[in-house]
């Protein structure tokens, strides 16, 4: 049983650039959830996919967006970068949707660095 | 508003020592709860969960939480502390009928020899 894989492990760009973030979910899950994490501070939910769908979003803006794949992976790409997007991205796969009966499980994140 | 609160941001305890984390909930309705530990430059790893029923819920680790709706609460404890249990951990409530946890600042636990 494979876990959950994002790519790359760390990524620096500069404000006002465009990023994909990309995670490979857990075998057999099909949800997929995407939290931010700043330094020092717990993760954020920023939105889920379910079935290829949203299924709920957090308070991030519009520049924050995914896409779902047919095999349940996943992207997140963020527009028009600002320095307070450098942060921690984690990606959770978990199965039907919601938080997880039990739990998700998490990728070890992608460091973003924006300068 | 819901909200969730780790009053402890740092706490150091010697290996063997007992340890409690506290998690303090203000939800409407009484949430699903999570913890979560964050090991350095890893991902979270879900320790265990309280959805209902028994209100003292045990976890991998060595690690339970208790439940305690009266002071809505949900405390981390472990008997006694292993090195390698110095790590993040994170108090996680999940509002009835949302799909997403909502994370605590969570609590660093340092152990020394």
């Known amino acids: 049983e494979t876990g959950v894989t994002q790519s790359p492990t760390h990524l620096i760009k500069t404000r006002g650039q465009q990023v994909t973030l990309r995670c490979s979910s857990q075998?057999?899950?099909?949800?997929v959830s995407w939290y931010q994490q700043a330094l020092g501070q717990g993760p954020q939910f920023i939105f889920q996919?379910?079935?290829?769908?949203?299924?709920g979003r957090g308070n991030f803006p519009p520049r924050f967006s995914g896409l779902q794949f047919p095999n349940y992976s996943s992207e997140l790409n963020v527009n028009a970068l600002e320095l307070d997007d450098s942060a921690l991205y984690l990606c959770?796969?978990?199965?039907?949707?919601?938080?997880?009966?039990?739990?998700?499980?998490f990728g070890s994140g992608t460091r973003l660095t924006v300068v | 508003a819901q909200s969730v609160t780790q009053p402890d941001i740092h706490i150091t305890v010697s290996e063997g020592a007992s340890l409690e984390l506290r998690c303090n909930y203000s939800?409407?309705?009484?949430?699903?709860l999570f913890w979560y530990v964050q090991s350095p430059g890893q991902g979270l790893q879900l320790l265990l969960k309280y959805f209902s029923g028994d209100t003292l819920v045990q976890g991998i680790k060595g690690f339970e939480a208790e439940f305690k709706r009266s002071q809505s609460s949900f405390n981390l404890r472990k008997p006694s502390v292993h090195w390698s249990d110095a790590a993040e951990y994170f108090c996680?409530?999940?509002?009835?009928?949302?799909?997403?946890?909502?994370f605590g600042t969570g609590t660093r636990l340092t152990v020394i020899p």
């Open positions: 939800y409407g309705a009484t949430p699903y």
């Open positions: 996919y379910y079935r290829e769908e949203e299924n």
């Open positions: 075998s057999g899950h099909n949800t």
């Open positions: 959770a796969s978990s199965l039907q949707g919601g938080h997880g009966y039990n739990g998700y499980t």
């Open positions: 996680a409530p999940v509002a009835t009928g949302a799909n997403n946890l909502f």
